[in-house]
């Protein structure tokens, strides 16, 4: 059961990857980003209905507020949607469906065991792309390879360890701050110009997070402060 879980997301996973790469190849890091926000929609749907969990107010909140950003980013019905719009698009549920199963897999397995067979899914589901249209890298490719290798494995890691840490409800708006940084490195590296629609939208997302983040510290100093005076009573 557990090699079918782990096969069915290795799929997801590299379908998922490959429609993002077609994107990231045809419109600006930031609308890719943005689109991807419709990702924490499906899996917090799917993590609700699948796992039952608990949606409180404020994480419905925060979700919603980080869809109504990506909306006004994307502007739909005022501008075309490319191919690569289309691609990102099918890619969010993809990447939906492989947090659902990391999330089921960290009840039992650990994250290098997850994050490892990731690893072997994504790159035997790849690999027969990969061979009809291989390139031959270059040393200058070869190293920023290696550095996307880096970073996508800690990041994934990272993901892994918070699935096993906190409901998918909670962690999933923290994606939200991607646009931040697609933005900012759009900028440096690409010279991609964010219009006053991205920053709108961006600014609403941050909001959304910030608040959370308040919210739910709030929330776990109430919920240790319950737990001492109960604790208190008992000794009484």
């Given at each position: 059961a557990k090699l079918g879980i782990y096969t069915l997301r290795g799929l997801a996973h590299?379908?998922?990857?490959?429609?993002?790469?077609?994107?990231?190849?045809?419109?600006?890091?930031?609308?890719?980003?943005?689109?991807?926000?419709?990702?924490?929609?499906?899996?917090?749907?799917?993590?609700?209905?699948?796992?039952?969990?608990?949606?409180?107010?404020?994480?419905?909140?925060?979700?919603?507020?980080?869809?109504?950003?990506?909306?006004?980013?994307?502007?739909?019905?005022?501008?075309?949607?490319?191919?690569?719009?289309?691609?990102?698009?099918?890619?969010?549920?993809?990447?939906?469906?492989?947090?659902?199963?990391?999330?089921?897999?960290?009840?039992?397995?650990?994250?290098?065991?997850?994050?490892v067979m990731l690893s072997i899914?994504?790159?035997?589901?790849?690999?027969?792309?990969?061979?009809?249209?291989?390139?031959?890298?270059t040393l200058s490719e070869y190293f920023y390879l290696f550095l996307v290798a880096i970073f996508a494995t800690a990041g994934h890691y990272a993901l892994t360890r918070s699935f096993s840490r906190a409901p998918l409800t909670v962690t999933q708006p923290y994606s939200f701050l991607q646009l931040v940084w697609a933005m900012l490195f759009g900028y440096l590296l690409f010279a991609e110009v964010p219009d006053v629609w991205v920053a709108a939208g961006g600014f609403v997302i941050v909001s959304a997070i910030t608040y959370l983040t308040h919210r739910e510290a709030v929330a776990q100093r109430e919920a240790r402060a319950k737990v001492a005076d109960s604790g208190a009573n008992v000794v009484k």
């Open positions: 590299g379908l998922a990857v490959m429609l993002w790469f077609y994107a990231m190849a045809r419109i600006p890091i930031a609308e890719v980003t943005a689109i991807g926000y419709t990702t924490p929609i499906f899996t917090a749907v799917g993590a609700i209905l699948i796992f039952r969990e608990r949606i409180h107010l404020r994480r419905m909140l925060a979700i919603v507020a980080g869809f109504v950003g990506t909306l006004i980013i994307l502007r739909p019905g005022f501008q075309d949607i490319s191919l690569g719009s289309l691609a990102q698009l099918t890619a969010a549920p993809c990447f939906a469906i492989s947090f659902l199963f990391a999330k089921k897999l960290t009840r039992t397995e650990s994250s290098t065991d997850i994050l899914g994504c790159t035997l589901t790849l690999l027969p792309g990969a061979l009809m249209n291989w390139h031959t890298p």
